[in-house]
């Protein structure tokens, strides 16, 4: 049997099973921290997933996606546009099996990886929620292309909490002057914070770090910040998602503990 630390899932197992799993210990971590599944919002993340799997995925009801990559993020969003849309103008494509497609059905895509300035104007138009603004340079890139078409777009700042060199991300010390810039900018709506601990196989690992940053995120919140809308705090992928719920997180990110891992062999 192979395990990932996000939850015990064999390679055989289908997409519904493996999806199933991670909302239900989603369900058991958000028991344990005091809130309720429904508080926390699940992004699928699609980076290796195969486009019938997020059709699939879609079938099923779920409705929060994320990318990595802004070329990838154009294609996927285009992709469930089109899947979406022969359904609302030829109902009858929606084929009657349980979980199909339906007409009202929504689709909101995160943008969860690095963003570079020069691709910043890709993103503007897809997204409900950019997670990873991580300089003041890029933020007001954004803010820049939005103004021009009197926008607004929803934002997380990404910390690397952890200190690392190799990660992007605003360093803690300098995070309460970046949320002053930030909000300052109309055109954005600081929502709250991003973060990744580092890489480890154990997930208790992560958990000092998801500490860290919800008590920023907490401290935060306690001046004021994002005038009564920040209220999101996005941790937690396929290895440690259980344990950043339990610390608090409101939002994870999971790609392989549902689509599975690919296999390049």
Request: glycine share 8%.
């Amino acid at each position: 049997m192979a395990t990932t630390a996000g939850g015990s899932h064999t390679t055989g197992q289908t997409l519904e099973s493996r999806y199933r799993a991670v909302r239900d210990r989603i369900g058991e971590a958000a028991s344990r921290s005091g809130r309720s599944a429904k508080d926390i919002v699940l992004v699928a993340v699609t980076k290796n997933a195969e486009p019938e799997d997020i059709r699939r995925l879609m079938e099923l009801g779920h409705e929060d996606f994320g990318e990595n990559r802004v070329q990838q993020l154009g294609q996927r969003a285009a992709m469930a546009d089109e899947w979406l849309e022969r359904v609302r103008v030829l109902p009858e494509t929606a084929d009657g099996r349980e979980g199909a497609l339906r007409a009202d059905q929504l689709v909101r895509w995160h943008m969860i990886g690095h963003l570079q300035r020069n691709k910043a104007r890709k993103v503007v138009d897809l997204v409900r929620l950019v997670h990873s603004v991580d300089s003041l340079r890029l933020a007001e890139e954004l803010q820049t292309l939005l103004r021009k078409s009197d926008r607004r777009l929803d934002v997380l700042l990404q910390v690397n909490i952890s200190g690392e060199e190799s990660k992007h991300g605003c360093l803690t010390p300098a995070v309460p002057a970046m949320v002053e810039q930030i909000e300052s900018m109309y055109s954005l709506r600081l929502r709250g914070l991003m973060t990744m601990a580092p890489y480890s196989d154990n997930p208790e690992d992560a958990r000092p770090h998801f500490q860290r940053c919800r008590e920023l995120f907490e401290e935060l919140r306690r001046d004021g910040a994002g005038d009564g809308a920040f209220n999101l705090l996005s941790m937690g992928m396929s290895g440690d998602y259980a344990v950043a719920v339990e610390e608090g997180a409101n939002i994870v990110r999971v790609g392989s503990a549902i689509f599975g891992e690919r296999d390049y062999g």
